[in-house]
């Protein structure tokens, strides 16, 4: 197997549609791996990290696994950043998985012994990387822990709107209708649901500045050094690829609520919501995540993801735990 060690965006670019390739066909895929999500965090959070991206190809030049990762403070870790990246992990090929697990460690020990460490963060609980690092990393000079830091529920969606409701619990059921009731007593609500780019460029703004005004520690969200620009990069990379919604909901003119998701192949994410304190009573946040879940039961999305958090109303939408975890390597 070779190896070769990417430090440029550039470097990335020239392998843009093999990482496609190999992300589509993987078994363990989702949007927080594709080329446009890391690049659109680079641009704006990378500080003093160097790239480290490696990517191992077979005999024949075929991409068969990637480990998109980078060096900072002496350590070395996923693209990534607690705040808003929330699945990690290496991209794989079912056939060939323990060999690149294998070859990574190798890799690792040979060329970053002078490290201080490998921090992996958000691996869910499904990923074949809990097996095998664990596994093989005493053969090649690592102690590996692993730890639970948080869950990310997931809901598996039926094949019907009727058979969702059918399956929540019975309370929750009633709740949902009662809150849904009270919202539509409002007479000049509608919403909006917007995946043309041009048209997200500008309603982006409307759903940052009502996402700024809703609470001191998500005002305090936005004013960390680029994350207006990463939201509005990475919003404008994914309508590119239709991987990007932005629901509106709308009092007449004035937005009261946003709701931002990320669809992906067969799942739905949840990314990021928001609403006018004003309109609490009116539930409007809950009234956008029930209207995303009715239309992705109806385009055959197989799983709504709520991502990572354990808010309550999450599992009021019937989702179940998706556990996620840290692993720590140390050398001997």
């Not at 991987?243 to 937005?255: A, G």
């Given at each position: 197997?070779?190896?070769?060690?990417?430090?440029?965006?550039?470097?990335?670019?020239?392998?843009?549609?093999?990482?496609?390739?190999?992300?589509?066909?993987?078994?363990?895929?989702?949007?927080?791996?594709?080329?446009?999500?890391?690049?659109?965090?680079?641009?704006?959070?990378?500080?003093?990290?160097?790239l480290?991206?490696?990517?191992?190809?077979?005999?024949?030049?075929?991409?068969?696994?990637?480990?998109?990762?980078?060096?900072?403070?002496?350590?070395?870790?996923?693209?990534?950043?607690?705040?808003?990246?929330?699945?990690?992990?290496?991209?794989?090929?079912?056939?060939?998985?323990k060999?690149?697990?294998?070859?990574?460690?190798?890799?690792?020990?040979?060329?970053?012994?002078?490290?201080e460490?490998?921090?992996?963060?958000?691996?869910?609980?499904?990923?074949p990387?809990?097996?095998?690092?664990?596994?093989?990393?005493?053969?090649?000079?690592?102690?590996?822990?692993?730890?639970?830091?948080?869950?990310?529920?997931?809901?598996?969606?039926?094949?019907?709107?009727?058979?969702?409701?059918?399956?929540?619990?019975?309370?929750?059921?009633?709740?949902l209708?009662?809150?849904?009731?009270?919202?539509?007593?409002?007479?000049?609500?509608?919403?909006?649901?917007?995946?043309?780019?041009?048209?997200?460029?500008?309603?982006?703004?409307?759903?940052?500045?009502?996402?700024?005004?809703?609470?001191?520690?998500?005002?305090?969200?936005?004013?960390?050094?680029?994350?207006?620009?990463?939201?509005?990069?990475?919003?404008y990379?994914?309508?590119?690829?239709g991987?990007?919604?932005?629901?509106?909901?709308?009092?007449?003119?004035?937005?009261?609520?946003?709701?931002?998701?990320?669809?992906?192949?067969?799942r739905?994410?949840?990314y990021?919501?928001?609403?006018?304190?004003?309109?609490?009573?009116?539930?409007?946040?809950?009234?956008?995540?029930?209207?995303?879940?009715?239309?992705?039961?109806?385009?055959?999305?197989r799983?709504?993801?709520?991502?990572?958090?354990?808010?309550?109303?999450?599992?009021?939408f019937?989702?179940?735990?998706n556990?996620?975890?840290?692993?720590?390597?140390?050398?001997?």
């Open positions: 197997m070779k190896i070769e060690r990417i430090v440029s965006l550039e470097g990335l670019r020239r392998i843009q549609e093999k990482w496609d390739n190999l992300l589509f066909s993987s078994e363990h895929k989702n949007v927080f791996l594709t080329q446009e999500w890391f690049v659109s965090w680079w641009k704006y959070f990378s500080d003093n990290a160097s480290e991206v490696l990517v191992f190809q077979d005999m024949n030049k075929h991409l068969i696994g990637i480990a998109p990762l980078m060096m900072k403070n002496k350590t070395l870790q996923f693209i990534a950043s607690q705040e808003v990246s929330d699945y990690c992990d290496f991209i794989t090929k079912k056939e060939t998985r060999q690149f697990y294998e070859d990574l460690l190798n890799y690792m020990m040979l060329n970053y012994s002078d490290t460490g490998i921090e992996l963060i958000n691996v869910d609980q499904s990923s990387t809990l097996i095998f690092l664990p596994q093989l990393a005493e053969n090649y000079g690592f102690t590996c822990t692993c730890r639970e830091i948080e869950v990310a529920p997931i809901l598996t969606l039926p094949s019907s709107y009727e058979s969702y409701l059918e399956q929540l619990v019975k309370k929750s059921r009633n709740e209708k009662r809150k849904l009731k009270r919202m539509k007593s409002l007479a000049k609500i509608r919403t909006l649901k917007i995946t043309e780019p041009q048209e997200l460029k500008v309603r982006t703004e409307d759903f940052i500045k009502l996402h700024q005004h809703s609470s001191d520690a998500k005002a305090r969200f936005w004013q960390k050094e680029g994350m207006n620009d990463f939201f509005r990069e990475l919003i990379r994914f309508s590119l690829k991987w990007v919604e932005l629901n509106l909901l709308l009092d007449e003119d004035k937005v009261i609520a946003a709701l931002l998701n990320f669809s992906f192949l067969d739905i994410y949840f990021n919501s928001t609403f006018d304190r004003k309109y609490a009573w009116f539930s409007p946040g809950l009234f956008l995540f029930h209207q995303s879940l009715k239309e992705a039961i109806q385009e055959r999305k799983e709504a993801d709520f991502l990572r958090g354990d808010e309550r109303y999450k599992y009021n019937g989702a179940k735990d556990k996620i975890f840290q692993l720590l390597l140390r050398t001997d």
